[in-house]
T-cell receptor
Framework: GQQVMQIPQYQHVQEGEDFTTYCNSSTTLSNIQWYKQRPGGHPVFLIQLVKSGEVKKQKRLTFQFGEAKKNSSLHITATQTTDVGTYFCAGTQGGSEKLVFGKGTKLTVNP | ETGVTQSPTHLIKTRGQQVTLRCSSQSGHNTVSWYQQALGQGPQFIFQYYREEENGRGNFPPRFSGLQFPNYSSELNVNALELDDSALYLC?????????????FGPGTRLLVL
């Protein structure tokens, strides 16, 4: 079945440092979505990428979708303490509505 | 806030009991998906309902069942609870057909099975 792997599992950075999390799928994806979950909270939608090679930016966050539509990354420039949380990628395959999540990368930021 | 609500927020049950969790979708959304999130893990897809019909199911046994009502609210029922069912249960609503497939998650129900 479809699997989505995410690395690293944990990342601890100093405030101001950059952060990147990577997502790899065992199968070609129709789209990839990114979510942020704060401690004790629920996943909050950040963005969706659909096209091969797509790059989208949201302020300090840059999202990329690989050419083969099997991998993706989220890069945060100059992290802030408000960036703390777990970042999940999730993808769908073909016409399926089933969203498969990675295990997430837990980001902590030292002020 | 997403406009998706879930009840109850917390629940404690004992092994073998049955539980019903409820979800109210965001206004205008006709699709609801349910997820199970164990501690330290990503959400796992249980099933999805579209216009009151099941529209996809993950690898969960038949004791996990659901309903969607004409107003698009939804229930998740779990029979014969097991200790491993302890988790955060999330529902997410979306509007199928507009090509965006963005899902809006509710705050979740934390279920503890003793």
């Amino acid at each position: 079945g479809q699997q989505v792997m995410q690395i690293p599992q944990y990342q601890h950075v100093q405030e101001g440092e950059d952060f990147t999390t990577y997502c790899n799928s065992s199968t070609t994806l129709s789209n990839i979505q990114w979510y942020k979950q704060r401690p004790g909270g629920h996943p909050v939608f950040l963005i969706q990428l659909v096209k091969s090679g797509e790059v989208k930016k949201q302020k300090r966050l840059t999202f990329q979708f690989g050419e083969a539509k099997k991998n993706s990354s989220l890069h945060i420039t100059a992290t802030q303490t408000t960036d703390v949380g777990t970042y999940f990628c999730a993808g769908t395959q073909g016409g399926s509505e089933k969203l498969v999540f990675g295990k997430g990368t837990k980001l902590t930021v030292n002020p | 806030e997403t406009g998706v609500t879930q009840s109850p927020t917390h629940l404690i049950k004992t092994r073998g009991q049955q539980v019903t969790l409820r979800c109210s979708s965001q206004s205008g959304h006709n699709t609801v998906s349910w997820y199970q999130q164990a501690l330290g893990q990503g959400p796992q897809f249980i099933f999805q309902y579209y216009r009151e019909e099941e529209n996809g199911r993950g690898n969960f046994p038949p004791r996990f069942s659901g309903l969607q009502f004409p107003n698009y609210s939804s229930e998740l029922n779990v029979n014969a609870l097991e200790l491993d069912d302890s988790a955060l249960y999330l529902c997410a609503s979306s509007l199928v057909g507009v090509g965006k497939e963005t899902q809006y998650f509710g705050p979740g129900t934390r279920l503890l099975v003793l």
